[in-house]
């Protein structure tokens, strides 16, 4: 039973929503793994596929093709600025400079690939550049916020989670925004945007049951937090395996409803 709980934000209330984590740590078994990677061989499509928990969310089979703009890139730069302001300990906007000029530099030295965050922000105006840096400064700032006022030891996730399912031609990527350490304890921290609609609660399970089955140890964290600052709301998904059930279910289904789609144009044409 998947267990979902809200919760206003109010000074105090998201170091006590992690503190109250579960204490059992659960782990995902190799008869698990294959399990999952069978299920998803039995729905393979012929060309690779990207499956993450914004579809989970839509539960749609339609993949609108990925296109930087400036809320695309903010979560991308504003993490890597706050990670480099921990370590290096300067202002946000020298972080985030940093960062910026790393991916300008990559693309003048012919290091960016076609496509990738670094190329697309060395085609920029001035002016779109200024609004790129603004969103993410904002986006880091918020997420700043939200580490300070943890109680425990937080740090930037180093990259979200991926996990390539054998022989299925898919991978999973799972968001993961912070980290939280409590004694053997972790809880992974997501920053939305907006507020939480009926579907939120899917898409933190699906996180959560990606960034398990990326694990080498299948150490499922103890618990998932979605923050929105927006809406001045958390919600929580305990990391128990009946959720990592669930949202490998979730995930199975929007493979699914992809095999489905594609045999049915298949068939049209």
Do not use: C
């Not at 078994?29 to 914004?54: C, G, I, K, M, Y």
């Not at 022989?167 to 912070?178: H, I, M, N, P």
Request: glycine share 6%; proline share 3%.
């Amino acid at each position: 039973m998947t267990t979902l709980s809200t919760t206003f934000v109010s000074p105090g209330a998201l170091s006590e929503l992690i503190a109250s984590a579960p204490e059992v740590t659960t782990e995902i078994t190799s008869e698990q793994r294959n399990s999952l990677a069978e299920r998803f061989r039995a729905v393979s499509l012929p060309n690779h596929r990207r499956l993450d928990a914004w579809m989970v969310e839509r539960a749609t089979a339609q993949v609108t093709p990925f296109r930087w703009s400036p809320s695309t890139a903010r979560r991308v730069l504003g993490n890597a600025a706050l990670r480099y302001r921990m370590a290096k300990q300067v202002s946000p906007m020298a972080a985030l400079d940093e960062v910026i000029v790393d991916h300008l530099s990559r693309a003048a030295t012919g290091y960016a690939r076609r496509g990738s965050l670094s190329s697309w922000l060395s085609q920029l105006s001035t002016a779109q550049l200024a609004l790129v840096t603004s969103d993410a400064l904002n986006w880091s700032h918020t997420l700043e916020e939200i580490a300070r006022s943890v109680d425990d030891t937080v740090e930037v996730a180093d990259s979200d989670a991926y996990y390539d399912v054998a022989t299925a031609r898919t991978t999973l990527r799972g968001r993961r925004d912070l980290i939280v350490a409590r004694g053997d304890q972790r809880t992974i921290l997501r920053l939305r945007s907006g507020a939480p609609g009926r579907t939120a609660g899917a898409g933190l399970r699906a996180d959560l049951t990606i960034d398990a089955f990326s694990r080498p140890d299948g150490r499922i964290a103890n618990q998932i937090i979605g923050v929105w600052p927006d809406a001045g709301l958390l919600l929580r998904v305990e990391g128990s395996i009946d959720d990592v059930r669930t949202g490998a279910k979730d995930l199975l289904r929007v493979a699914n409803l992809q095999h489905s789609a594609f045999h049915q144009r298949a068939l049209a044409s």
